[in-house]
């Protein structure tokens, strides 16, 4: 199986291949989260002017990516200082809980948006 992977063109990258896709990636959600921003103040400003119906949708998607992006950070963080006394018990486990928290929060209020703005689901 590894030969075809081989002929195919995937391999386990290296340092630098690894620092350039992390790069990468870091330069593609700086993109996405500015364009989700500027996208959610474009809708606001049309409710604004138009009062007409507001579009959710950027704004969920802006908070959904950060959520995944903190909560997958401190994740990360407590699993490598899982093995270290001193730094695994005041690690991110209440950040996470908190974080957890949060995310039950921001499903409720879209919940109830959606609720009260009377669509159907």
Same mark, same amino acid.
């Given at each position: 199986?590894?030969?075809?992977?081989?002929?195919?063109?995937?391999?386990?990258?290296?340092?630098?291949?690894?620092?350039?896709?992390?790069?990468?990636?870091?330069?593609?959600?700086?993109?996405?989260?500015?364009?989700?921003?500027?996208?959610?103040?474009?809708? #606001?400003?049309?409710?604004?002017?138009?009062?007409? #119906?507001?579009?959710?949708?950027?704004?969920?998607?802006?908070?959904?990516?950060?959520?995944?992006?903190?909560? #997958?950070?401190?994740?990360?963080?407590?699993?490598?200082?899982?093995?270290?006394?001193?730094?695994?018990?005041?690690?991110?486990?209440?950040?996470?809980?908190?974080?957890?928290?949060?995310?039950?929060?921001?499903?409720?209020?879209?919940?109830?948006?959606?609720?009260?703005?009377?669509?159907?689901?």
């Amino acid at each position: 199986m590894r030969k075809i992977f081989k002929k195919l063109g995937f391999h386990r990258p290296d340092e630098m291949e690894q620092h350039i896709l992390l790069k990468a990636q870091r330069i593609s959600y700086l993109f996405l989260v500015a364009a989700l921003v500027i996208w959610s103040f474009y809708e #606001s400003g049309q409710v604004y002017r138009h009062h007409g #119906s507001l579009n959710l949708l950027p704004c969920l998607l802006l908070v959904a990516a950060l959520i995944i992006q903190t909560l #997958s950070q401190l994740i990360l963080t407590h699993r490598a200082v899982k093995d270290s006394e001193e730094t695994y018990e005041t690690g991110p486990f209440i950040k996470i809980v908190t974080w957890v928290c949060v995310i039950a929060g921001v499903f409720a209020a879209a919940v109830t948006a959606v609720l009260m703005m009377g669509v159907m689901v």
